[in-house]
C-alpha cells in the first residue's frame, strides 16, 4: 500500500482546512487508518484514527472537538477536517494504515505499518 497525502498549506487560526491521504491497493477498504503528526523539535504525536468500517473513530484531546477524520473507501480516501486550528497545530501531517485491527482503532503509531510522506500545515496566529 502506497500513502499519499496532500491539503497541507498556510492557514490562519480559527480558518479551516481539510487535509485527504489517498491509497493505492485494493485492500485499503480493510485497513484502519490514522494521523499522526511531527512539529521541529518534538516526536511524532497521534491525532486520529477511524476503524475500516467507519464504526469507530477517535482523536487526541488536543484536537476533539475541532478536527474530524473520515474515509471514503470506494475512493481510497481518508480525509481530516481541521476546523478552527491553532498555531500549536503546526506540523507535518502524515497518514498512516493499520492493516492488521479488525476492531476499533489505535493510537499507537507502532502499530501502523504503512505511512506517507507528510504534508505541512502552518496555522498562523
Known amino acids: 500500500v502506497q500513502l499519499q497525502a496532500s491539503g497541507g498549506g498556510l492557514v490562519q487560526a480559527g480558518g479551516s482546512l481539510r487535509l485527504s491521504c489517498t491509497a493505492s491497493?485494493?485492500?485499503?477498504?480493510?485497513?484502519?487508518m490514522g494521523w499522526f503528526r511531527q512539529a521541529p523539535g518534538k516526536e511524532r504525536e497521534f491525532v486520529a484514527a477511524?476503524?475500516?468500517?467507519?464504526?469507530?473513530?477517535f482523536y487526541a484531546d488536543s484536537v476533539k472537538g475541532r478536527f474530524t477524520i473520515s474515509r471514503d473507501n470506494a475512493k481510497n480516501t481518508v480525509l481530516l477536517q481541521m476546523n478552527s486550528p491553532k498555531p500549536e497545530d503546526t506540523a507535518v501531517y502524515y497518514c498512516?494504515?493499520?492493516?492488521?485491527?479488525?476492531?476499533?482503532?489505535?493510537?499507537?503509531?507502532?502499530?501502523?505499518?504503512?505511512w506517507g510522506q507528510g504534508t505541512q500545515v502552518t496555522v498562523s496566529s
Open positions: 498512516a494504515a493499520d492493516p492488521r485491527r479488525r476492531i476499533g482503532v489505535t493510537s499507537s503509531p507502532n502499530m501502523y505499518e504503512y
Open positions: 491497493g485494493r485492500t485499503f477498504s480493510s485497513y484502519a
Open positions: 477511524i476503524s475500516w468500517s467507519s464504526g469507530s473513530t
